[in-house]
């Protein structure tokens, strides 16, 4: 069974609680705006626009009802479900521009259109007036818009076509996303200002790059877990990850904020509510026999790691699941069958705050650890697994730009569909078909001017975050 999440049970607006490790008030929140991340069927969808041909029947407005009866036993029910993004009926002046006559019918006339494979039935013919012109053929999209914007765009050049907000083929429905993006909006700056707390102090105790996670109870708002890159603390960079210095391909890829983050959780909810009962404030850069180094590094981590709210005491799967799945992949009831009730699953529902884009491997690690929404700060565009990036023809650059590290950012959807150039780069990992759990994804595009904060040093365009 196929699930996702997007919302939690009573996700609202609400300031973050105060931490007994960590006093979140003293952080200063970054200013900046969330962008949900588009699905890549959607950026595909976007720039590679499908059209097909089709009929266009006009008929007098009076015969219409009699027409389209008739017309009902020809049309396949598959044919007429695949277009019902297009408008069936039609008044001369609403044709697109290119298909508008230039001159106006005297009597009231609707335009018909039969989609593919349907074509004119000789059963109609005396319905039509005599004599009466044949049917013109036109271009028209094969899928449906995926923004209002294509939508405005496909109406103007092809057919008169709608687009919904409730539901869509390509990704989560666009009116949970919004409420969700609603959300998250107030409280993602001070998460990520906490997340660039932690990188600073990675970074301060050599064991990694300026990269920083946290792991949010979405429905307190509560913090269960801080996460510091660890690529080069320990043994494990000392055997295998020191020959040639720091940099690309260097370090421990299991010590990985992301993959941290998620040990710290999934080992708190194992020792019934601590991630690391032994865990010292004053601890730095102590190792752990793990490869993972799931325990607290850093006084920060653990500071937070000793409040962990109840959160980690309770089993995922004694929690209903949120009600509020898009597309309607709805989640049932809890049943004992571990792979839908989560049970086996240890950050069913979390969401993940980070401050650069998860690479490949995290990103797979937080799908199979059941993890609800993902934010990060900023794109890596060669190593991010959760983007997906349209690479214009000729000039290299991703479109719409984006500052940071990466600089790429989703397809801009004034220009989506009009050239049907651009190739689409990135993997889109949060919610892909292929796989048997999605989660909500946002951009945090940080305010013009805002400039790096603590612990946001420069991550070269090739490490993995």
């Not at 973050?16 to 200063?28: M, Q, R, V």
């Not at 993004?85 to 335009?111: D, K, M, Q, V, Y």
């Not at 892909?432 to 420069?458: A, I, Q, T, Y």
């Amino acid at each position: 069974m196929r699930r996702s999440t997007v919302l939690p049970d009573d996700a609202g607006p609400r300031p973050p609680p105060p931490s007994a490790g960590f006093d979140l008030s003293t952080l200063t929140p970054k200013k900046g705006t969330l962008v949900p991340l588009k699905t890549r069927r959607e950026v595909e969808a976007e720039i590679n626009v499908e059209l097909v041909d089709a009929q266009v029947v006009a008929i007098p407005a009076k015969s219409a009802h009699a027409v389209l009866t008739a017309l009902r036993s020809h049309v396949p029910s598959q044919t007429e479900y695949q277009f019902s993004h297009l408008r069936r009926l039609i008044r001369t002046e609403h044709l697109p521009t290119p298909l508008r006559p230039s001159n106006f019918p005297t009597t009231p006339t609707l335009h018909l259109i039969l989609p593919p494979p349907t074509t004119l039935p000789a059963s109609l013919t005396p319905l039509l007036p005599t004599p009466h012109p044949p049917p013109s053929t036109v271009r028209i999209p094969l899928n449906p818009p995926t923004t209002p914007h294509q939508a405005s765009h496909f109406s103007q050049t092809y057919w008169p076509t709608l687009h919904s907000p409730t539901s869509s083929p390509y990704g989560p429905a666009p009116q949970l996303v919004a409420r969700a993006t609603g959300d998250l909006a107030p409280c993602a700056g001070t998460y990520l200002a906490l997340a660039s707390r932690v990188a600073h102090d990675a970074v301060a105790a050599g064991i990694g790059e300026p990269i920083g996670v946290v792991v949010v109870e979405p429905r307190s708002g509560r913090v269960v877990a801080v996460a510091g890159d660890a690529r080069y603390a320990g043994e494990a960079f000392a055997a295998h990850g020191s020959r040639g210095g720091r940099g690309r391909g260097r370090g421990n890829p299991l010590a990985h904020a992301t993959l941290r983050a998620i040990g710290m959780v999934a080992r708190g909810r194992l020792n019934g509510g601590s991630p690391s009962p032994t865990a010292s404030a004053t601890t730095t850069t102590t190792t752990t026999p793990s490869a993972f180094h799931d325990t607290p590094l850093l006084p920060l981590e653990a500071a937070i790691a000793r409040s962990a709210p109840s959160i980690l005491n309770t089993p995922p799967g004694n929690a209903d699941p949120p009600p509020n799945t898009p597309n309607g992949n709805a989640t049932a009831a809890p049943t004992s069958d571990a792979s839908v009730n989560g049970a086996n699953y240890l950050c069913v529902d979390l969401t993940l705050y980070a401050t650069h884009e998860p690479c490949v491997a995290c990103a797979m690690a937080m799908l199979h650890s059941r993890l609800g929404r993902a934010v990060f700060a900023r794109p890596l565009e060669r190593t991010g697994g959760l983007a997906v990036r349209v690479r214009r023809g000729g000039g290299g650059e991703s479109d719409g730009g984006g500052e940071g590290d990466g600089g790429g950012a989703p397809c801009d959807e004034e220009t989506a569909g009009r050239d049907g150039s651009g190739r689409v780069e990135g993997y889109g990992l949060f919610w892909r078909r292929e796989l048997n759990w999605k989660m909500g994804g946002w951009r945090f595009v940080e305010e013009e001017g805002e400039g790096k904060g603590e612990g946001e040093g420069r991550v070269g365009e090739d490490v993995h975050a």
